[in-house]
């Protein structure tokens, strides 16, 4: 079936650096990539989203490009503070009928003070 | 809060039974999405309904089933229940049917000993 690559599983970085997570997808129909932050114990909430048409968008501190000929897609964080860290998703449309997501296996970010 | 209710919030039953989930959608929102969150299978698809209609299927089994009222809310119905199903089970409701933010509720933690 259709599926979503994310690597890496595990990412520790320093208060202030930036962070970036890879995603990479099969299913050439897929149109609609957002990213979900899980923090411990609580529920998905989605943090930004990008459309097949455009390449790049950013939210302050966050921002996404998509590369619709390589079928990958990124999440950068600039300046990481301990807020950041959680689990970070992946995901695209392929799910089921193209209205599911499917998602990635996660991202633990952890935030080092 | 996301504006989507989950009940119960936790749940322990015995292998073998049944058991019934509840999701209340955002106002308005008239697609409504069940996950399926484990350690080893990250979060998967189940099934989801726009308006009272089944309009894609994940990767549910046989045994689970689910269904929208016209009120929107929706059932998430788990029967011959075996340890493996122990997990996190999300609804998440959406305004659209395809590509628009779904917005997660609490989860309900189904525990089968």
């Known amino acids: 079936g259709e599926n979503v690559e994310q690597h890496p599983s595990t990412l520790s970085v320093q208060e202030g650096d930036s962070a970036v997570i890879k995603c990479t997808y099969s299913?050439?129909?897929?149109?609609?990539f957002p990213w979900y932050k899980q923090e411990l114990g609580k529920r998905p909430q989605l943090i930004i989203d990008?459309?097949?048409?455009?390449g790049e968008k950013k939210d302050q501190r966050i921002a996404v490009t998509l590369n619709k000929t390589a079928k990958h897609f990124s999440l950068h964080i600039t300046e990481t503070q301990p807020e950041d860290s959680a689990v970070y998703f992946c995901?695209?449309?392929?799910?089921?009928?193209?209205?599911?997501?499917?998602f990635g296996k996660g991202t633990h970010l952890i935030i080092q003070p | 809060d996301s504006g989507v209710t989950q009940t119960p919030k936790h749940l322990i039953t015995a292998t073998g039974q049944r058991v019934t989930l509840r999701c209340s959608p955002r106002?308005?929102?008239?697609?409504v999405y069940w996950y399926q969150q484990s350690l080893d299978q990250g979060l998967q698809f189940l099934i989801q309904?726009?308006?009272?209609?089944?309009?894609a299927k994940g990767n549910i089994l046989e045994r689970f089933s689910a269904q929208q009222f016209p009120d929107l809310h929706s059932e998430l119905n788990l029967s011959s229940l075996e340890l493996g199903d122990s997990a996190l089970y999300f609804c998440?409701?959406?305004?659209?049917?395809?590509?628009?933010?779904?917005?997660f509720g609490q989860g309900t933690r189904l525990t089968v000993v």
């Open positions: 998440a409701s959406s305004a659209h049917r395809a590509n628009t933010e779904a917005f």
């Open positions: 299913d050439s129909a897929s149109n609609y």
């Open positions: 990008i459309r097949s048409n455009v």
């Open positions: 995901a695209d449309n392929s799910g089921g009928g193209a209205d599911g997501l499917t």
């Open positions: 106002s308005g929102d008239l697609s």
């Open positions: 309904y726009y308006n009272g209609e089944e309009r």
